[in-house]
C-alpha cells in the first residue's frame, strides 16, 4: 500500500479490496504418467476429481463453504452425491471462492485421510502392499500437491485471471517425489481390476467391466451379442486375449470389419480465448453473476459432452468444462442400404464396378461437430453471453487434439501424441478452433494434418467423409495418381486469380481422371466425374485457396507452402482409405 497516501485514501484502498481462496490440486500429469491402462487413465483423472468434490462437500456439510460465494466451479446440488453417476469426473482441479474458508487445511487433511483409509480398507490391504494404512495416509498427505491462497483484489481487477496466475506459480513450485513403495501401491490401486476394480470404479460403476483399448475400439458392436462373448475373452493377465477377442469380432461383424477398428481414438479438447472472454465479462455492470453463468454454464457444457461421448460408445475420462479426453472408436459403420442411396451416388458406385456393402456412417469429427454445437449453446448463442461475444474481436471456440492409435501401442505414448496435437498444432501454429488428428500407425510411423473448422477445406473434408462411401483400394489409386504430379500441382497453385486455378484444377483432374472408373455419363451423353472425385477436386481447390502458394518475391517460402499443401490433402486421402480398408497397409 502507498505510505503517502492520507489514512481515508488508505481506508478507501482497504474498503475496496475482496478475498479470495483458491484451491489447486495436482499432481495430475505426474499422476497420469504412471498408468498403463485405460481403466488406470480414468481412475486416475477421476481420483482428483473425487478429492475436489469432497472437500467442497465436507466443507459445505461443516459450514465453512458457503455454496453461494463459490465462483468456480458452479455445479448442480445433487452432484456432490456418490450416487451422481455419469461415469467420469467433473470436478476441476481449481477452486475459487469469493472470502476466506475457515479452517481450510484441517478440512483437506479430513478429505486425505478418509480417503486413504479408503484406498487401504477397501483395496491395499486386499492387495500385496506391505504398508500400513498410517504410512499410506502420510503418503498421500506429501503425494497431493494442494495449494491453498488468499488472495486480497481489487474490485476492478479481473478476478479469475488474476488468481489463475497465482496458481500456475503456484504449481511450478511442486517438486517430484522419487519413487516409493507408497506409490507403487497407488500405481497397484489405480491399475487394479480384479476381483472388482478400485472402489472409485466401484462407487461409478458398479461391477461392471471396464473397457480395455480393443473394447473401446471396436465399440460400435457393443450392442452386438458377439461383443458381450468377446468381451469374456478379455482376462488383462492373458498374453493373447486381445488377439483372441478380436478374432471373435471379426467373426461377429463379418462384412462390417474394417482394420481401422484396430485403432482407438484419444481425443484431448480444449477452450479456445477463453481469458479474453472471462475479460470481457469484467467489463460489464453485472461482471460477479455473469461469471458465474459462465462457471454454470461450464458444468452443464461439460455434463452434455459426456453425454454425447457415451451415445458414440465412446470413454470420457475427464470433462472439467472446456477441458475434454476422452477414448472413442475412430468410426461407425452401417451395411448399406439401396434405399438410403441418392441416384448420383449410387452411378458413382457403379461407376467403380462395386457397390460398397459397408458404408461409413460417423466418424470422431461428426462427435466433434457435435460438441461444437453444444459449445454454441452454452456460450456464443447462449442468452447471457451472445451479445458481449458478438463484440469480441477474438471469439471463445473448441479446439482438439486427435491420436489414433493401434490397440497395442503404449497408450501414454498415444495419448501425449493427442496432447501435442492439441497444444502445440491445433492451439498454437494453427491459431485455434482447428482439429489436429495424427493416424500412428502399425508399423510406428504416423501421418496426420490441422483442418480449422471454420474454413471450407474443413467443410469439404467432412463431406468427403459422409457422403461418399468408396472402397480403400480406390482412394489408394487416386492418390498413387496425383503424387506424380507435384510439380503441375505447384504450377496451379502459384495461380494467383481464384477464377483462374480453379478452373485449371478442373482440367487438372479432367485430364487425368478420364477412364470409366472415374467418370459417369451426364444425360446428354458426356462424361462427368464422379462425385467423390468431383468434392476431391474441390478440396484441391479449398486447401490452396486457404494457403496460397503465389509468392513471387519468395519462391522458397511459396514452395514450403506448398508443400504443406499436399501433406494436408494426401492426409486427408490417407484418412479416408484407413476407415475404408479391410486389411493393415
Known amino acids: 500500500m502507498n505510505e503517502n497516501l492520507s489514512p481515508e485514501q488508505k481506508n478507501d484502498q482497504t474498503m475496496n479490496k475482496q478475498t479470495y481462496t ?69 470436478f476441476p482441479d481449481r477452486l475459487i471462492y469469493k472470502g476466506q474458508i475457515n479452517d481450510f487445511q484441517k478440512i483437506i487433511e479430513q478429505v486425505i485421510e478418509e480417503f486413504a483409509e479408503k484406498v487401504f480398507e477397501e483395496d491395499i490391504k486386499k492387495a500385496q502392499c506391505s504398508i500400513t494404512e498410517e504410512n499410506l495416509t502420510n503418503f498421500f498427505k506429501k503425494y497431493f500437491h494442494i495449494h491453498v491462497l488468499e488472495i486480497d483484489l481489487d474490485a476492478k481487477d479481473n478476478v479469475i485471471l488474476k488468481i489463475y496466475e497465482y496458481l500456475d506459480t503456484a504449481e511450478l513450485a511442486n517438486k517430484v517425489n522419487p519413487l516409493a513403495e507408497e506409490e507403487k501401491c497407488l500405481i497397484e490401486f489405480l491399475e487394479k481390476y480384479q476381483p472388482n476394480y478400485n472402489f472409485l470404479h466401484r462407487l461409478e460403476f458398479g461391477n ?42 471379426k467373426k461377429g461383424a463379418g462384412e462390417r470389419f474394417r482394420n481401422y477398428q484396430k485403432y482407438m481414438a484419444i481425443i484431448q479438447a480444449d477452450g479456445d480465448n477463453f481469458g479474453s472472454f472471462i475479460k470481457q465479462l469484467y467489463t460489464q455492470p453485472n461482471s460477479e453473476d455473469l461469471i458465474k453463468k459462465f462457471s454454470n454454464n461450464l ?61 461409413i456412417d460417423k466418424t470422431f469429427f461428426d462427435l466433434i461437430n457435435e460438441i461444437d454445437a453444444l459449445f454454441h449453446k452454452w456460450f456464443t448463442n447462449h442468452e447471457d453471453f451472445k451479445e458481449i461475444i458478438k463484440g469480441m474481436s477474438i471469439k471463445p471456440t473448441m479446439s482438439y487434439g486427435v491420436s489414433i492409435s493401434y490397440y497395442k501401442f503404449p497408450l501414454n505414448e498415444a495419448r501425449e501424441l493427442g496432447v501435442d496435437q492439441l497444444f502445440y498444432t491445433a492451439k498454437k501454429t494453427c491459431r485455434k478452433n482447428a482439429v489436429s488428428y495424427a493416424v500412428l500407425k502399425h508399423s510406428g510411423q504416423y501421418y496426420g494434418t490441422t483442418f480449422h473448422k471454420d474454413k471450407d477445406s474443413y467443410k469439404t473434408f467432412d463431406k468427403m467423409i459422409k457422403e461418399h462411401g468408396v472402397d480403400g483400394d480406390f482412394i489408394h489409386s487416386i492418390a498413387q495418381k496425383l503424387e506424380p504430379q507435384s510439380t503441375v500441382i505447384f504450377e496451379i497453385g502459384k495461380t494467383c486469380n481464384k477464377k483462374d486455378r480453379d478452373k485449371m484444377f478442373d482440367q487438372f483432374f479432367e485430364n487425368n481422371f478420364d477412364e470409366s472408373i472415374h467418370t459417369i455419363k451426364k444425360q446428354d451423353g458426356d462424361k462427368k466425374l464422379i462425385p467423390f472425385l468431383d468434392v476431391t477436386k474441390k478440396l484441391f481447390m479449398d486447401v490452396y485457396t486457404e494457403n496460397p502458394v503465389f509468392d513471387a518475391g519468395d519462391d522458397d517460402n511459396a514452395l514450403e507452402r506448398h508443400k504443406a499443401n499436399l501433406k494436408k490433402l494426401y492426409a486427408a486421402l490417407r484418412f479416408l482409405e484407413f476407415i475404408n480398408n479391410q486389411q493393415e497397409r
Open 299 to 359: 458444468w452443464h457444457f461439460g455434463e452434455e459432452a459426456v453425454q454425447l461421448i457415451n451415445k458414440f460408445q465412446g470413454t470420457p475420462i475427464y470433462a472439467g468444462g472446456d477441458d475434454l479426453l476422452f477414448f472413442i472408436p475412430v468410426a461407425h459403420t452401417r451395411l448399406n442400404n439401396k434405399k438410403d442411396d441418392d441416384t448420383e451416388t449410387t452411378e458413382e458406385s457403379r461407376s467403380i464396378n462395386q457397390k460398397p456393402k459397408v458404408k
Open 208 to 249: 461392471r467391466q471396464f473397457k480395455s483399448t480393443a473394447e473401446i475400439a471396436t465399440a460400435e458392436f457393443s450392442d452386438k451379442k458377439f461383443y458381450d462373448e468377446a468381451s469374456k475373452l478379455i482376462k488383462r493377465d492373458k498374453e493373447n486375449d486381445q488377439e483372441e477377442y478380436y478374432n471373435e469380432i
Open 22 to 90: 483458491a484451491l489447486t490440486i495436482g499432481p495430475i500429469y505426474r499422476t497420469l504418467q504412471m498408468t498403463r491402462s485405460t481403466k488406470a487413465v480414468w481412475a486416475a483423472s477421476y481420483m482428483f476429481s473425487y478429492l475436489m468434490r469432497k472437500i467442497i462437500d465436507i466443507g459445505i456439510e461443516l459450514g465453512n463453504i458457503n455454496r453461494d460465494n463459490i465462483l468456480l466451479p458452479q455445479f448442480k446440488n445433487d452432484a456432490l452425491n456418490d450416487n451422481y453417476n455419469l461415469g467420469v469426473g467433473l
